[in-house]
């Protein structure tokens, strides 16, 4: 018997565990669904894909009473990206219980759609905390009839200076409520947010990142200006289809994607310099195969979709063992074995040894091989991604773009991957021997009778 069955979730919540796939719980899900079911606050380390959304989704699900309209759960995640998936998780296991209203309410989209919908309370909200504190302020969300708070990745949220957000959302936050904090490292500031806003939490750590078997930790004592070319031999001798490099500073960043791309790579750099549609392309891009390689800094990749990252980088390593353990935790997922790569120069050796410490265990050093690699060998990208202006406010969906492209461009559809649809563009991701064909055809053609601007990214 599954452990899910043995828990006593409402048979909806049941029927949607069992209709995203998920046979076993997660250990953090074990651990952290039966105080959640019993009402009670928990405060938990669990990093990304640790399954942690589920846990808490199920159990703000369990306590809706969908016939009263008013706000009774709140979401509160650091980026709009990661509130985006929260929110996607959230309504996937909501699938089989009529009439539940999810609101995103994030920072970076539109205010007055989202006021609009708040004319009829919504029974969930996934939010930013600007956003959220923003609309509180206007009256707009009621928050009297919240029960449940979620404070997710809250580290990250207090890392982004929201600690005076969080506190005045708390503030007007009812008392009697059920408050489940998620959080991959418990530094003291996460300590001072759970005593303020949780009470008699049951405490939760599974820390099984920093030692997961799953995931391999290999060390490679490499000089910097060495660095870049070692990099791309360890690419060629491991063939990961997605990587993330971490880079301590925007500068290494752009340098190193830039040098990378020299060698034929499909990479690209995420950084805070980035401007929103910039972003959304490279994130777009990573995500449906288009890039093999991000290169990003450890702010710009918070919210990062990186459900089967094969690899990651540490193009250099951080001094807080905290960010390293945070880094790794996003490959290995689910049952897949993840890599993680530290390329370490000499004067780099102090915070090999205090990391080594931090994690309880020796690190694995190997030979750095750069020598006689080949970077044609490095893996291609097997999708391109097509750029369309236009989006959901052309009223565009999946099935007009797929349509477009298998009929009078007459490609098949096992060749078009992942669509995303944005307010104002959409992202079509084809088979890269495929692209230039799908270019000439939708530019020619027409998409649900009108004519859009495509590029091939
Ligand atoms: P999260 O840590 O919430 O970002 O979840 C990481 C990934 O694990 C997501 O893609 C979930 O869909 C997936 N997931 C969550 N719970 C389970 C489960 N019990 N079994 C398998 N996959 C799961």
């Known amino acids: ?55 808490f989704g199920l159990g703000l699900l369990q306590r809706l009473d969908v016939a009263g309209v008013r706000t009774q759960a709140l979401v509160l995640c650091p980026t709009r990206e990661l509130a985006d998936q929260v929110a996607r998780e959230i309504r996937r296991l909501a699938m089989a219980i009529p009439n539940v209203k999810l609101l995103l ?3 970076g989209m539109a205010l007055g759609p989202q006021l609009a919908s708040l004319t009829h309370a919504p029974h969930v909200v996934v939010g930013t905390p600007g956003r959220v504190a923003d609309l509180l302020r206007r009256q707009a969300l009621a928050p009297g009839d919240i029960t449940t708070l979620v404070l997710d990745e809250a580290d990250r949220m207090l890392d982004m200076g929201f600690e005076q957000t969080l506190q005045e959302i708390l503030e007007q936050l009812p008392r009697q409520r059920q408050t489940l904090l998620f959080s991959a490292t418990w530094p003291e500031s996460i300590r001072r947010i759970a005593q303020a806003a949780l009470h008699a939490p049951v405490e939760v750590s599974v820390t099984d990142a920093i ?15 060495d ?166 406010r052309d009223k565009l969906r999946p099935g007009d773009l797929l349509g477009a492209l298998t009929g009078d461009a007459g490609l098949a559809a096992e060749h078009i991957g992942k669509i995303d649809i944005f307010p104002a563009c959409a992202f079509v991701a084809v088979h890269g021997t495929h692209a230039d064909r799908a270019l000439r055809a939708l530019r020619a053609g027409r998409i649900k009778g009108r004519r859009f601007r495509v590029s091939l990214l």
């Not at 030692?211 to 004592?221: D, K, L, M």
């Not at 910039?278 to 777009?284: Q, T």
């Not at 288009?290 to 919210?303: C, F, I, M, P, Q």
């Open 1 to 55: 018997m599954s452990l899910f069955a043995t828990l006593p979730l409402l048979p909806a919540l049941r029927e949607a565990v069992a209709a995203a796939g998920y046979v076993e719980p997660t250990p953090v899900q074990a651990r952290t669904l039966p105080p959640i079911l019993e009402g009670r606050d928990v405060i938990a380390q669990a990093p990304t894909g640790s399954g942690k959304t589920a846990a």
């Open 105 to 107: 309410l994030s920072g």
């Open 211 to 225: 030692s997961r078997p799953e995931i391999e930790q290999w060390f490679h004592e490499v000089e910097t200006a």
């Open 227 to 392: 660095k870049a070319g070692a990099l791309a031999a360890l690419l060629v001798a491991h063939q990961p289809a997605s990587t993330v490099v971490f880079c301590n500073t925007r500068r290494d960043a752009d340098r190193l994607s830039d040098t990378l791309r020299e060698l034929g790579c499909a990479a690209a750099a995420l950084h805070g310099e980035l401007n929103q549609r910039e972003r959304d392309e490279v994130l777009v891009r990573f995500a449906n195969g288009s890039l093999n390689v991000l290169v990003a800094s450890d702010v710009a990749a918070r919210g990062l979709d990186v459900k089967a990252l094969d690899c990651v980088v540490n193009y250099e390593l951080p001094g807080d063992p905290d960010v390293y353990v945070h880094r790794i935790g996003r490959t290995g997922r689910a049952g897949s074995t993840g890599l993680a790569l530290s390329l370490v120069a000499g004067r780099e050796m102090p915070r090999a040894l205090a990391l080594g410490e931090h994690l309880g265990m020796p690190l694995r050093w190997a030979e750095a091989l750069s020598a006689g690699s080949d970077p044609a060998k490095l893996r291609p990208a097997t999708m391109r991604t097509l750029r369309i202006e236009g989006g959901r």
